[in-house]
């Protein structure tokens, strides 16, 4: 089986951690979870990285992720596996003040 | 004499810290201000440092967003750019298990090592770089410290806040933390003793347990190392022998509550304080903006009051929010978590206000840069 191309959303605060870029994407194997897309994320734009996640790998805490209009905690959390064509949308949570 | 004073610091840099980003301002003469900032807006900037040992000055920012996560970022131009590591530069190893929360302290190593910079963060642990602050290795003797599991957050987090590496022994370095204590390394930090002998903890049942203690802040100077001034969660305390043990210093401070501890940059034994009433008030004495000084270590104390207001003053000042710069009549330097930042250009004879209405402040730092 080919790859599958998935596109990452981006708030623009965080485009200069991605060269700046808003939209990016991603080829995936068949069966890839969020993490997978995440790890292929790093391997380009660490920063961005752990802008998203923590030293442990844990997907921060207001850092809001959405497959496909989804949030990834209603789901599977990071092993959410991610569907051919899908659009990750990152989104700050409503926090602070 | 002050005006004399002040022309003759050169330009002199002052870092802002605040809940919501980093301003910069500098001065020809300490008495005016040209800020720039917000830098990292809507990051909490808790720790600065403006390194002046190598060929030019370097700031140093700990941000951390609440969205976003921590970061270090630095700056060779006086904040007209900054840079951040591609790869995290601090950043706990998988097998701690924990990730970095804060950096609560950036602190320049000896001066004849001028690219070791060291941090205290959040959760405790001590991080060392060797490479100017761009990239910064775990400290792992006091990681492993059996103690560890026994530190506890205070309300501000647990985190080490206080690095003092030795200025010419170098495998020596006194650390604090809340909530811990004191503790000192004299192998290079293979190996850490808490240091908190004398200083009471009245709020634990055992009131002088080895370790425990809330200490706020430790300074010292660096032509008197074995000299401690610390500032704890009720208590002032001076140690004359490194830490090993420690003596009240609080008899003349309205409080023995604070946050602050500040050694003057040239005169061993000088020391700065921001007592606030507590435990039920946490507000300056007297409602009064009040800075401490002792021209004795510790034995008396003197109120600073010039241009600083006395009637209806409430905010109080954190544990980083003082600060001194280096120039020959040293700059004193403090912000209130009222936005508020005051600077003397005098050794804290003469005061006046140079900003209001910032976020809170978190930590203040200055240095002559030129």
Redesign the interface.
Known sequence: MTDMSVTVLLPG??RADAGGSGHLSLELPPGATLRVALDQLAARH??LD???R???G?L?R??NLYVDGAECRGLAGLDTPVPAGAELHVI??V??G | MTAQHGSAAGTVALAIGTGKGLFLATSGDRRRWEFTGPHFPMHAVYSALIDTRGDRPRILAGTTSQHWGPGVSASDDLGASWQEPAEAPIAFPDDTGASLEQVWQLAPGPAHQPEVVYAGVQPSALFRSEDGGRSFQLVRGLWDHPHRPEWTPGFGGKAVHTVLPHPRQTDRVVVAMSTGGVYRTTDGGASWQASNHGIRAKFLPNEYPEFGQCVHKVARHPARPDQLFAQNHHGVYRSDDGGSAWNSIADGLPSDFGFAMVSHPHRPGVVYNFPIQADEYRIPPDAACRVYRSEDAGKSWGALTDGLPQHGFYPTVLRDAMGVDDAEVPGVYFGTRSGEVFASPDEGEHWQQIAAHLPDVLCVRAAVVG
Do not use: F, K
């Open positions: 605060v965080l660490p920063r752990r802008r998203l923590d030293d442990q844990a921060r207001y850092v700050p949570s926090a602070g």
